[in-house]
């Protein structure tokens, strides 16, 4: 039976939005603990510019790395979490994306990232690793920090260690290369990576 005009304008119980496509669970029985829900709620990304995406995506899979449910994949933990870490534009984004649209975990991370983390954030991101410069009067151990918060702001920057170590000795101002090279007995270049990072 045909449906009249009057019928598609009226609501629908279909109101659930399901970006995450549902995925076959092996496990026969299983329970998500209301406390480990709970505990993610209490982390959620909103979305704004001041937000660190990458270490939003570190405590939620902290968290979740926390949680064994017998013959049920982590990733799927994951998955099914996910939505409860979210609020405001970032719970939006969610909704907003196709049913289904979301596959897997690592589908979930790229499609987060490319969205919060855009380009320009990533340049940005990058740019406070490959053009360190110590502040004037900055003592070198909040200089060494500095540099290790902006790796931490940007997991995926994809530069071996020996080249971070280079850019942080570049950029440093001379007396602080001099307390190091000193502190090597002689040039920290000549020294192990390994060596070079407990100095």
Not at 68 to 92: C, H, M, Q, T, V
Not at 130 to 151: N, V, Y
């Amino acid at each position: 039976m045909a449906r009249n005009l009057g019928s598609f304008a009226t609501p629908s119980n279909n109101f659930m939005c399901e970006p995450i496509a549902q995925l076959e669970v092996a496990a026969a029985e299983y329970e998500i603990k209301p406390n480990l829900v709970s505990m993610v709620q209490q982390d959620q990304f909103g979305g704004s510019a001041s937000e660190d995406v990458g270490m939003h995506l570190h405590n939620f899979t902290e968290l979740c790395n926390m949680t064994r449910i017998r013959d049920y994949d982590l990733d799927d933990l994951n998955l099914r979490l996910f939505p409860f870490s979210l609020r405001g534009k970032a719970k939006e984004w969610l909704l907003a994306l196709p049913r289904g649209n979301i596959t897997s975990w690592a589908d979930c991370c790229s499609k987060f990232l490319s969205k919060f983390c855009p380009p320009a954030k990533i340049m940005q991101l990058r740019s406070q690793i490959t053009g360190f410069k110590q502040e004037e009067r900055e003592p070198l151990a909040l200089a060494w920090d500095r540099m290790k918060e902006a790796i931490r702001n940007y997991p995926n920057h994809r530069m071996e260690e020996w080249l971070i170590l280079h850019m942080f000795y570049n950029g440093l101002n001379h007396m602080s290369k001099t307390m190091l090279d000193t502190a090597a007995g002689g040039t920290i270049m000549g020294k192990p990576i390994d060596d070079v990072k407990k100095l």
